[in-house]
C-alpha cells in the first residue's frame, strides 16, 4: 500500500533526528511532509481519503495518531504538509496520552538505535 512517492529512505541518523525532534515538541509534526512521516513510523495501519483530505493512522497498544494531509484531487501525500494531527489513549479512559511515549512507541524500528550487547558473542574453542 505504498503512496507514491515514498521509495526514497531516509539514512537511519536523518530518521533519528526526526524522531528525536517530535519526542521533544509533538507539534514539529505540522512541519513534515508525508515523506517525513512515512520514514518515521512506515506504513500506516490505516488510510483514510476525503478529498481533498488523506489520514493516515497508526496505532498500537499504548495509542493511536492521526495524521492529516491535504493532498488535492491526485491523493499523493508524498509533498503534502501534515495540516493536523491527532494523538489519543488506546484505553477508553479519555486522558490524552504523553506525546512523547506514545510517538516514541509508534516509530518504525529501523529508526530506532539498536545496540548489540558484546558479551553475546563468544569465541568457540575446538
Not at 503512496?3 to 509533538?26: D, H, T
Not at 499523493?76 to 511515549?101: I, L, T
Request: proline fraction near 3%; include cysteine.
Amino acid at each position: 500500500m505504498r503512496e507514491q512517492g515514498l521509495a526514497l529512505n531516509y539514512k537511519p541518523a536523518m530518521k533519528r533526528a526526526l524522531r528525536s525532534r517530535l519526542q521533544e515538541n509533538s507539534d514539529a509534526i505540522l512541519a513534515l511532509n508525508g515523506h517525513d512521516i512515512a520514514q518515521i513510523f512506515d506504513e500506516p495501519a490505516l488510510v483514510r481519503r476525503d478529498m481533498p483530505t488523506t489520514i493516515w493512522q497508526y496505532r498500537n497498544d499504548e495509542c493511536v495518531l492521526d495524521v492529516y494531509f491535504t493532498s488535492g484531487e491526485s491523493g499523493d501525500v508524498s509533498q503534502a504538509d501534515v495540516v493536523h494531527y491527532e494523538m489519543r489513549d488506546r484505553q477508553a479512559s479519555g486522558k490524552k496520552p504523553k506525546a512523547s511515549s506514545c510517538l516514541g512507541s509508534l516509530a518504525s524500528n529501523d529508526s530506532v538505535l539498536s545496540l548489540i550487547n558484546v558479551d553475546a558473542f563468544y569465541k568457540v574453542s575446538e
